[in-house]
């Protein structure tokens, strides 16, 4: 396969949106072709998102942020991107693990917070990885900044092979080439450093008609999670926090929450359902910056959607709780009024809520 080099990262952000089929019981995929061989195909969805780790002699001295923000996307504390980077999604990552361990509320990845975080284990902080030839392969399309044109794409795939290896391993492009270097290329067969997000199955999902198992799998985020009893997102924070059935948080995640135009709808809501790898259903009369020219149009699922992978549909009207095609805008942009994560924590969300749960937006 023909090498990929970074390429130039595009803002898309939407909500106030109308997305079908918000039912936690149909994951949203491809379906098995008429006549293809079940075992076969398995064994080709496997081999696509089974990395294989080198072995290093001399393994890299670890970024000691990095080394935390690995192992806060582990215990579902995200930090956002993983990028060895000190800043407000990273302090926020590490104040909600501390609290949710009964830990001295820091913000500092202190000697406590490392025996627990860590679990008094040496693993790795980044891996050497071989890129497996069926994930290299794409397909790959340059997507079009408006959303009438983007209506155009079979699928609104990632843009070449580097951001695809980005939101494997819950990084950047960018992130990516500071890790390696400036001249790194990649394709089948090449090695790569990346953050230490390990493989996941592609999980077997009853209904599975859009290709929720492989995208999860795409996304190194595993298909069982804690269960959630409700989740609160806090405006001012830029946080949304998952509890459990006994009020103890089990999860954070970073958020974009809403506009002056389009604000956060504080109060009381509930989860209507789930959307796995939606379509997108675009209305420009419910953008104030569309354009006059836009017309009503449906856009294909995938990564770089306005709705990244997935849709949490809520009670409030056309809006929701979604992924993003930009990840490193998280918490940094504004969105039309909805909630967006990263496609990875969206993802690792989604498998954690269901319909009738509550989630509390407040100031």
Request: proline residues 7%; neutral net charge; aromatic residues 6%.
């Amino acid at each position: 396969m023909k090498n990929h080099l970074l390429l130039a990262a595009l803002l898309c952000s939407a909500c106030n949106v109308s997305v079908t089929d918000a039912n936690e019981s149909q994951p949203a995929g491809n379906a098995a072709q008429p006549g293809n061989d079940v075992a076969a195909q398995a064994a080709a969805k496997k081999a696509a998102y089974d990395f294989e780790v080198v072995r290093e002699q001399n393994p890299q001295q670890p970024n000691r942020i990095l080394m935390a923000q690995v192992a806060l996307d582990r215990w579902g504390f995200s930090p956002g991107v993983l990028d060895g980077k000190d800043g407000m999604s990273y302090k926020a990552a590490l104040r909600g693990f501390q609290q949710a361990h009964d830990l001295p509320v820091t913000g500092e990845f202190d000697q406590k917070t490392a025996n627990m975080l860590l679990e008094g284990e040496a693993r790795p902080t980044t891996y050497l990885v071989k890129i497996p030839a069926d994930f290299a392969r794409g397909p790959f399309f340059t997507i079009p900044k408006g959303l009438t044109e983007q209506a155009s794409l079979p699928a609104l795939t990632y843009r070449n092979l580097m951001e695809k290896l980005a939101e494997r391993f819950h990084t950047t492009p960018e992130a990516l080439v500071a890790l390696n270097s400036p001249t790194t290329k990649v394709g089948a067969g090449a090695t790569i450093r990346v953050p230490a997000i390990d493989n996941q199955p592609v999980a077997q999902i009853e209904g599975d008609e859009r290709g929720w198992g492989v995208t999860l799998a795409s996304l190194g985020v595993a298909k069982e999670q804690p269960q959630a009893d409700h989740i609160v997102v806090d405006k001012s924070e830029g946080l949304l926090k998952v509890y459990n059935a006994q009020n103890r948080m089990i999860a954070q995640f970073p958020v974009t929450t809403g506009s002056q135009h389009d604000p956060l709808p504080i109060g009381e809501w509930t989860i209507k359902g789930v959307s796995r790898n939606p379509d997108f259903h675009y209305n420009p009369d419910l953008f104030w910056d569309a354009s006059s020219k836009d017309e009503k149009a449906v856009l294909k699922p995938g990564p770089n959607g306005p709705v990244g992978v997935v849709w949490i549909d809520l009670s409030k009207d056309h809006y929701g709780i979604h992924g993003t095609p930009e990840p490193q805008t998280i918490g940094r942009t504004e969105s039309h009024g909805c909630i967006r994560l990263t496609n990875w924590d969206a993802a690792r969300l989604a498998q954690m809520v269901k319909s009738g749960v509550k989630a509390k937006f407040q100031a």
